[in-house]
T-cell receptor
Framework: QKEVEQNSGPLSVPEGAIASLNCTYS??????FFWYRQYSGKSPELIMS????GDKEDGRFTAQLNKASQYVSLLIRDSQPSDSATYLC??????????FGTGTSLTVIP | DVKVTQSSRYLVKRTGEKVFLECVQD?????MFWYRQDPGLGLRLIYF???????EKGDIPEGYSVSREKKERFSLILESASTNQTSMYLC??????????????FGQGTRLTVV
């Protein structure tokens, strides 16, 4: 079983809509959760981190964490064409490794 | 700003060559990582290091070795390059896992083609 699972997509949403990206993880001792955005041919860049249950908002982005369900999600409000990218979910467990999902490809249609 | 710098953005090497990929970080991070990224396979960990001269194998270490002689520098070595090592290579660094604020920071990536 993979440590971190994401729907690969592709996910398409119209400009201005809400994009919802989901991620599940298998390790119950996971401590820290991250969402990275990766444009084609570029390296991943951190957009959100979340450590405790509930919602965390940063501008148009909201991360949601439910440790009991081992589920973390990212909502992008008012989606823009510039949000078109692959979004990687990452989990850090006790110890020093990160576990990454394979990413969800998002396309925002103008 | 944290900066992770990889020595090359694009690299073309011949089969059988020994290849060195260099990575330098400027934030005094304890941990450094080498990943390769292939379409449909996501990020796969090759090696990581949690201290100078310390290294741990990741998921796909075969055909690779690493060196960490100084805290800021982590090198990936392809002992004898093969065409199946054509990939995007990503270096990352992070603080030791103390809980909050310990995300990974990535370099710009090296697109390696082995011909």
């Amino acid at each position: 079983q993979k440590e971190v699972e994401q729907n690969s997509g592709p996910l398409s949403v119209p400009e201005g809509a809400i994009a919802s990206l989901n991620c599940t993880y298998s390790d119950r001792v996971s401590q820290s959760f991250f969402w990275y955005r990766q444009y084609s041919g570029k390296s991943p860049e951190l957009i959100m981190s979340i450590y405790s249950n509930g919602d965390k908002e940063d501008g148009r982005f909201t991360a949601q964490l439910n440790k009991a369900s081992q589920y973390v999600s990212l909502l992008i409000r008012d989606s823009q064409p510039s949000d078109s990218a692959t979004y990687l979910c990452a989990v850090r467990v006790t110890g020093n490794q990160f576990y990454f999902g394979t990413g969800t490809s998002l396309t925002v249609i103008p | 700003d944290v900066k992770v710098t990889q020595s090359s953005r694009y690299l073309v090497k011949r089969t059988g060559e020994k290849v060195f990929l260099e990575c330098v970080q400027d934030m005094d991070h304890e941990n450094m990582f080498w990943y390769r990224q292939d379409p449909g396979l996501g990020l796969r960990l090759i090696y990581f290091s949690y201290d100078v001269k310390m290294k741990e194998k990741g998921d796909i270490p075969e055909g690779y070795s690493v060196s960490r002689e100084k805290k800021e520098r982590f090198s990936l070595i392809l002992e004898s390059a093969s065409t199946n090592q054509t990939s995007m290579y990503l270096c990352a660094s992070s603080l030791e896992n103390r809980g909050l604020g310990t995300e990974a920071f990535f370099g710009q990536g090296t697109r390696l083609t082995v011909v």
